[in-house]
């Protein structure tokens, strides 16, 4: 009897392992996702300070709870149509690699468990968002969704400056 709910719990542990969760979000008709780990919190558009000279994509800072945190526009980052924000619009706060950073999205999907199985290589031409950026595509149901590497979208060295 012992042996078996070791052998479960092992398994268990295994399957856990094979699982990914995402957070998904809306960028125009693509849909994106980065690991449930890295991200924090999910807020609503509030007012952004602009900084001089940032980079292109980075719209500025805000102050949350104490603590100014750099925002930067995934739209401008993929050189994508800008678009006026609305009631969807949100600001995915991120951690990467111990900064903290909001990103905004048009709007935040849902929370995906998938297998890691089914996320697969970026396709070696690759339109649109640039290629270094993703991780991986799933395939899901009915529809593809881009999963992001975290660290080659945002900069940290570009941003570093803008809190101190």
């Known amino acids: 009897m012992e042996t078996e709910t070791a052998i479960s719990s092992t398994r268990m ?7 990914l969760q995402l957070v998904s979000f809306n960028i125009g ?22 900084v001089p000279q940032a980079p292109h994509y980075v719209e500025g800072v805000i102050n949350l709870r104490g603590k100014v945190i750099p925002i930067v526009d995934l739209r ?7 678009k ?5 619009t ?16 048009d709007a935040v999907s849902e929370v995906l468990r998938l297998d890691a199985g089914t996320i697969e290589p970026p396709p070696e031409i690759v339109t649109g968002v640039n290629a270094e ?24 060295s570009e941003i570093a400056g803008l809190t101190s």
Do not use: C, P, W
Not at 13 to 19: A, C, G, I, N, Q
């Open 133 to 156: 950026y993703i991780k991986g595509v799933a395939k899901l149901d009915d529809r593809l969704l881009i999963f992001l590497d975290l660290s080659k979208v945002i900069d940290i």
């Open 29 to 50: 008709s693509e849909e994106f996702g980065v690991d449930i780990l890295k991200v924090q919190e999910i807020n609503r558009m509030v007012e952004i300070t602009k």
């Open 76 to 82: 401008k980052r993929f050189n994508l149509e800008l």
């Open 90 to 105: 949100r600001i995915v706060v991120v951690d990467i690699n111990g900064n903290i950073m909001g990103m905004i999205v």
């Open 84 to 88: 006026e924000h609305d009631k969807n």
């Open 13 to 19: 542990t295994k399957v856990e392992t094979d699982e």
